[in-house]
């Protein structure tokens, strides 16, 4: 029996989205490795923006927030940016503050 596959899209630094199949095994390394291309600086900002934020060091708090905010991964974070966020009821700008610094940790930061 073929093996399932699954679609990832990858959210490019000029925000032109590809779309690749890969195995649900195969998914994790594909992360790690894409990670690491970007911490070296040898890709230019790539996001795997289906990544669920359950990846990131929240607090149970900011978890709360953002999936009450309708981000399930990182991909949504970065798409609404402050302003959207800051519009969900309790998400302030603590709250802001702590994601920006977990996205700054992997290199992304918000739209403003």
Do not use: H, Y
């Given at each position: 029996?073929?093996?399932?596959?699954?679609?990832?899209?990858?959210?490019?630094?000029?925000?032109?989205t590809?779309?690749?199949?890969?195995?649900?095994?195969?998914?994790?390394?594909?992360a790690?490795f894409?990670?690491?291309?970007?911490?070296?600086?040898?890709?230019?900002?790539?996001?795997?923006?289906?990544?669920?934020?359950n990846?990131?060091?929240?607090?149970?708090?900011?978890?709360?927030?953002?999936?009450?905010?309708?981000?399930?991964?990182?991909?949504?974070?970065?798409?609404?940016?402050?302003?959207?966020?800051?519009?969900?009821?309790?998400?302030?700008?603590?709250?802001?503050?702590?994601?920006?610094?977990?996205?700054?940790?992997?290199?992304?930061?918000?739209?403003?």
């Amino acid at each position: 029996m073929p093996e399932e596959k699954g679609m990832i899209q990858l959210l490019l630094e000029n925000w032109r989205t590809v779309t690749i199949a890969v195995t649900p095994e195969d998914l994790e390394k594909f992360a790690l490795f894409i990670i690491a291309k970007t911490k070296a600086g040898e890709i230019d900002k790539l996001i795997l923006s289906e990544t669920s934020i359950n990846t990131l060091d929240l607090s149970p708090r900011l978890w709360g927030l953002l999936r009450n905010a309708g981000c399930l991964t990182i991909g949504d974070v970065l798409s609404k940016g402050k302003r959207e966020l800051l519009r969900t009821r309790n998400f302030g700008k603590k709250a802001i503050r702590e994601l920006e610094e977990v996205l700054l940790e992997r290199g992304l930061e918000l739209k403003g």
